[in-house]
Nanobody, 127 residues
Framework: QVQLVESGGGLVQAGGSLRLSCVAS????????MGWFRQAPGKERDFVSR????????YYADSVKGRFTISRDNAANTVYLQMNSLKPEDTAVYYC????????????????????WGQGTRVTVSS
């Protein structure tokens, strides 16, 4: 089992930036797909981005494409989400998650396909 701890959330004005971090411990970090999801109050947990174990493949939700960048440092067991040009609609609790490698792209858009989750970090974007 992999344990995940997110950090980096906070309050920011629209147009600002935040960098989220997710540190993993436990089993080998480098073998997993890492994903970021977010959940706004009263809404479902939605896919934001994911990255392959080698960082060769990255995917983004249309709503964040061009503004968010996912990256990972396997030596540091850490995945990052750089969020630029933030909008009020980006307000949510952001979660990182571990997914098994080797599935089709569509597999990773579904939160239930991920094996471990962090506790989340809250991002609030004011207008």
């Amino acid at each position: 089992q992999v344990q995940l701890v997110e950090s980096g959330g906070g309050l920011v004005q629209a147009g600002g930036s935040l960098r989220l971090s997710c540190v993993a411990s436990g089993r080998t970090f480098g073998a997993y797909v890492m994903g970021w999801f977010r959940q706004a109050p009263g809404k479902e947990r939605d896919f934001v981005s994911r990255i392959s174990w080698s960082s060769s493949s990255t995917y983004y939700a249309d709503s964040v494409k061009g503004r968010f960048t996912i990256s990972r440092d396997n030596a540091a067991n850490t995945v990052y989400l750089q969020m630029n040009s933030l909008k009020p609609e980006d307000t949510a609790v952001y979660y990182c998650a571990v997914g098994p490698p080797g599935y089709s792209s569509s597999y990773y858009y579904t939160s239930s396909n991920y094996q471990s989750w962090g506790q989340g970090t809250r991002v609030t974007v004011s207008s």
